[in-house]
């Protein structure tokens, strides 16, 4: 069965914090996204890898970075945390196969006080 | 720009009544559509696609209707449970090189009412 975990369902940290949220997936995907999840905005994507140490910027990269030493590992890295970085993070891997389905981790509620 | 677009932030349907939601999208260039549900707290998880070439996929009580003319897909949900609340996300993927990244609608939280 298709796995993806994420190190924390809750965080709570305080602004100008260094946050790192994890992601594992056990399916063997080359390509994993982080995307955050805000009321009416839909899921919008952070960064992407491809490949071990590869990665791309998504729509939003500003104020993260990402980091994939491993390929059933990729970290998302709030340099110094925000109050407008308060939301739901989600972790996903992808099947090569189509139509692409990406699969999900249960997400981080992060909350930066 | 918002290629996805989900104009309908919440519907609320009665119980065995048929649900249909919508998503609208600007660009020509998608190979698949994709619905996504996702309860609070948890992660998406897929639900139904439809290649750019067909123009109905059905599995169980959910059926995808794609109107490549007017660049609209449908969700219906035959006949609506209270299991179905939840926020349901269309997504479409991008013909080429850019395949592997879904472009995600805003999402339309759906109630079921008993």
């Known amino acids: 069965d298709v796995k993806v975990t994420q190190s924390s369902r809750y965080l709570v940290k305080r602004t100008g914090e260094k946050v790192f949220l994890e992601c594992v997936q056990d399916?063997?995907?080359?390509?994993m996204f982080w995307y955050r999840q805000d009321p009416g905005l839909g899921l919008r994507l952070i960064y992407f890898?491809?490949?071990?140490?590869?990665?791309e910027k998504g729509d939003i990269p500003e104020g993260y970075s990402v980091s994939r030493e491993k390929k059933e590992r990729f970290s998302l890295i709030l340099e110094s945390a925000s109050t407008n970085q308060t939301s739901m993070y989600l972790c996903?891997?992808?099947?090569?196969?189509?139509?692409?389905?990406?699969?999900f981790g249960p997400g981080t509620r992060l909350t930066v006080t | 720009d918002q290629q996805v677009k989900q104009n309908s932030p919440s519907l609320s349907v009665q119980e065995g009544r048929i649900s249909i939601l919508n998503c609208d999208y600007t660009?020509?260039?998608?190979?698949?559509f994709l619905w996504y549900k996702k309860y609070p707290a948890e992660g998406p998880t897929f639900l139904i696609s439809?290649?750019?070439?067909?123009d109905k996929n059905e599995d169980g009580r959910f059926t995808v209707f794609l109107n490549k003319s007017a660049k609209h897909l449908s969700l219906h949900i035959v006949p609506s449970q209270p299991g179905d609340s939840a926020v349901y996300f269309c997504?479409?993927?991008?013909?080429?090189?850019?395949?592997?990244?879904?472009?995600f609608g805003q999402g339309t939280r759906l109630t079921i009412n008993p």
């Open positions: 997504a479409a993927t991008p013909v080429g090189a850019g395949a592997q990244k879904l472009v």
């Open positions: 660009n020509s260039m998608f190979d698949y």
């Open positions: 439809i290649s750019s070439i067909k």
């Open positions: 996903a891997s992808i099947t090569w196969a189509v139509p692409y389905e990406q699969y």
């Open positions: 890898s491809y490949d071990v140490k590869m990665k």
């Open positions: 399916m063997d995907h080359e390509n």
